[in-house]
């Protein structure tokens, strides 16, 4: 202890003397510098899972498109139009690893060195055919942890002339319930979901967990 005996009340330690001061003040500068380097942390990771979902919505968007001109061309000569779907899916994988670096394996797409992810995509697809776009349609996935499940696929009775309303909930591992936005069919439809469930940035911050989903018209 300094010879003056002086002692020094400092907010959250209590320490004596001039050592005993700069120590804390030291302290103090640089808990303040951690506090704004955490919310710094808090901000940059809002950007990235803002950016993470609008570059999986493109993804979806453009791997969509290409695979919603698999239509079945027997069929449409006789003014029915329908998708094949083994190709149409074969089409979107192509995409997927084309704009994106994606490589499809079951219902999953693991992300190469240069995609937006890190961990894989769960994806889950459903096609609403010729008779049932106009007709609502209730769609209830669940996301296991690893895997995207379709629970129920509710169809309504009524005819809509101008198309049914598509309706998506997904029930997280958590057992939260995410409600999608709701969407016009405007014809027969392809629905491509996919969850992201990326690791954080750091053990302080939440890993990037949510759903983005992408509806498309058959194209002919």
Request: hydrophobic share 40%; net charge negative.
């Amino acid at each position: 202890m300094p010879s003056s005996g002086r002692e020094v009340l400092i907010p959250w330690i209590t320490i004596c003397g001039k050592e005993g001061t700069d120590t804390g003040v030291n302290l103090l500068t640089i808990s303040t510098a951690l506090f704004f380097l955490f919310m710094g942390l808090l901000v940059f990771d809002a950007d990235l899972t803002m950016q993470k979902k609008q570059e999986v919505k493109a993804l979806l968007e453009l791997a969509n498109h290409e695979a919603t001109w698999a239509v079945d061309q027997a069929m449409k000569t006789e003014g029915i139009i329908e998708l094949t779907e083994s190709e149409a899916i074969s089409r979107f994988a192509q995409r997927m690893a084309d704009n994106g670096g994606y490589r499809q394996e079951n219902n999953a797409f693991i992300p190469g060195k240069s995609s937006v992810t890190t961990d894989p995509l769960a994806f889950l697809h459903y096609y609403i055919d010729f008779q049932q776009w106009r007709k609502d349609t209730q769609l209830s996935l669940r996301f296991t942890g690893e895997k995207l499940l379709l629970d129920q696929a509710a169809v309504g009775s009524v005819i809509h002339p101008a198309g049914g309303e598509l309706k998506i909930t997904v029930t997280t591992e958590t057992g939260e319930r995410l409600t999608l936005a709701p969407k016009r069919l405007i014809g027969p439809s392809l629905v491509a979901v996919a969850y992201v469930h990326d690791r954080p940035l750091t053990p302080l911050l939440t890993g990037h967990a949510f759903p983005v989903v992408s509806v498309e018209e058959l194209k002919w």
